[in-house]
């Protein structure tokens, strides 16, 4: 099992450019999540889906779109990026909501 | 808001010995905690989790006792090792309310 892949690693934006950050699971997990994390501070939920077909807002969904294309994929949209956008970006997948997290490599982005 | 918070930022200890990383938590409520260890450029680890009816719960060379009476969490790591040394972190509430601490660096000198 691969667990949880994300495309890409790195990322260089300009503001106003926009991306897709691809996240795949191989766990067969009903939910999937992609937070950020940004120096000194804890992890952030953006958005999360619970199962598929369903996907609700995080604590810091602003700037971002979601996709849960199917039970595997969850990919996450910057339409218009932003500086402040500037984070390290992980998805992560859980078979329920007490159960083990999983979590991606990270893909760390940069918005100049 | 309630957080959940570090008492130290930095640890460092000597390989071998026992490590204690905490964790203060104010939300009286929470009834279920994750410690997640996170390497340098790597994606966050479960390591063990407690749930609020539990005062201790162990694991191949971890112990995280719980003591809601002073919302207190902490993550003990016997015999530490080289390969121990990153960045420890917890969490409360179940997903998708979870809650992330900022984490204690720990470093192991050999």
């Known amino acids: 099992n691969a667990g949880v892949t994300q495309t890409p690693k790195f990322q260089v934006l300009k503001t106003g450019q926009s991306m897709t950050l691809q996240c795949a699971q191989d766990?067969?997990?009903?939910?999937m999540y992609w937070y950020r994390q940004d120096p000194g501070m804890g992890l952030r939920l953006i958005y999360y889906?619970?199962?598929?077909?369903?996907?609700d807002k995080g604590e810091v969904p602003n700037g971002y779109n979601v996709s849960r294309l199917n039970k595997r994929e969850f990919s996450l949209r910057l339409e218009s990026a932003a500086p402040s956008q500037t984070s390290v970006y992980f998805c992560?997948?859980?078979?329920?909501?007490?159960?083990?997290?999983?979590f991606g490599p990270g893909t760390r982005l940069t918005v100049t | 808001g309630e957080s959940v918070g570090l008492h130290l930022p930095t640890l460092s200890v000597q390989e071998g010995d026992n490590s204690i990383i905490n964790c203060a938590y104010s939300?009286?409520?929470?009834?279920?905690f994750i410690w997640y260890k996170q390497e340098s450029g790597k994606g966050p680890q479960f390591i063990i989790d407690?749930?609020?009816?539990?005062d201790k719960r162990q694991g191949q060379r971890v112990t995280v006792l719980l003591n809601k009476t002073v919302k207190h969490l902490s993550l003990q790591i016997a015999a530490t090792q080289p390969g121990d040394s990153a960045v420890y972190f917890c969490?409360?509430?179940?997903?998708?309310?979870?809650?992330f601490g900022a984490g204690t660096r720990l470093t192991v000198k050999p």
């Open positions: 992560a997948s859980t078979l329920s909501w007490t159960a083990e997290q999983y």
């Open positions: 766990m067969n997990h009903n939910s």
């Open positions: 889906s619970a199962s598929e077909g369903t996907t």
């Open positions: 939300n009286s409520a929470s009834d279920y």
């Open positions: 407690i749930r609020s009816n539990m």
């Open positions: 969490a409360e509430n179940p997903f998708p309310d979870m809650r």
